[in-house]
């Protein structure tokens, strides 16, 4: 299993803003997975980060919106930028720590953007 | 692009009922197919997995029912309680770029009434 933290826990932010969101493992883990959940809705895989190299994006999410850095094998952020309401949503990270497991979530972050 | 059709989208079930969420999905073979627990205001937790090479898993009053030929794999809650009422969601990985990617169902919001 892993344990994940995830910063902050909820924010409400202006439009045009940009947020940056922290996520822990508590041990190393090669990828490092972002999704978005919109209200009432299912888990969205934003985009996957792997240490040392740029994040992959899905279909309908990219860099310049949502920019992911990942500087160890332990820690990621994501950053969502220029926001507006329609981003309002609650952002989670996950990790997948062994070959062939069950992925695990962080808390998540719930975002409000007024 | 894996598809994951989950069923119902809602259930409402008298305490004590049994609770029974189906799942189907699409294509190629995993390594596991888990369900998730998700309460308002936290992130998905694992809730159990089942491995292909098996027909049922039980865990407490969790049980995974699977069904290869017919791709589909079910969840039955026994002795469902109000502290069950959450909103659940079954899952797939694939693997893509040499990394396990996670497809999540619609979701179902069950509803434990006393």
């Known amino acids: 299993s892993a344990v994940i933290s995830q910063k902050p826990s909820r924010d409400i932010c202006q439009r045009g803003t940009s947020l940056t969101i922290q996520c822990q493992v508590d041990?190393?883990?090669?990828?490092m997975f972002w999704y978005r959940q919109q209200p009432g809705q299912s888990l969205t895989l934003i985009a996957t980060a792997n240490q040392g190299s740029e994040a992959t994006y899905e279909s309908g999410f990219v860099i310049d919106k949502f920019p992911i850095s990942r500087p160890n094998l332990t820690f990621s952020t994501l950053t969502v930028s220029n926001m507006s309401p329609e981003d309002s949503s609650i952002y989670l990270c996950?990790?997948?720590?062994?070959?062939?497991?069950?992925?695990?979530f962080g808390q998540g972050t719930r975002l409000t953007v007024v | 692009q894996q598809q994951v059709k989950q069923s119902p989208q809602s259930l409402i079930v008298q305490k004590g009922g049994i609770s029974i969420i189906n799942c189907a999905y699409e294509?190629?073979?995993?390594?596991?197919f888990p369900w998730y627990q998700q309460f308002p205001g936290k992130g998905p937790a694992l809730l159990i997995a089942i491995r292909p090479d098996v027909s049922e898993k039980k865990e407490g009053r969790f049980t995974i029912s699977f069904n290869k030929s017919a791709k589909q794999f079910s969840l039955h809650i026994m002795d469902s309680q109000p502290g069950d009422s959450a909103t659940y969601f079954c899952?797939?990985?694939?693997?893509?770029?040499?990394?396990?990617?996670?497809?999540f169902g619609t979701g179902t919001k069950l509803q434990v009434i006393p």
């Open positions: 996950s990790v997948v720590p062994g070959v062939r497991t069950e992925a695990f």
């Open positions: 899952a797939v990985p694939s693997y893509s770029g040499g990394y396990q990617k996670v497809t």
């Open positions: 041990s190393q883990v090669t990828m």
């Open positions: 294509n190629t073979a995993f390594d596991y």
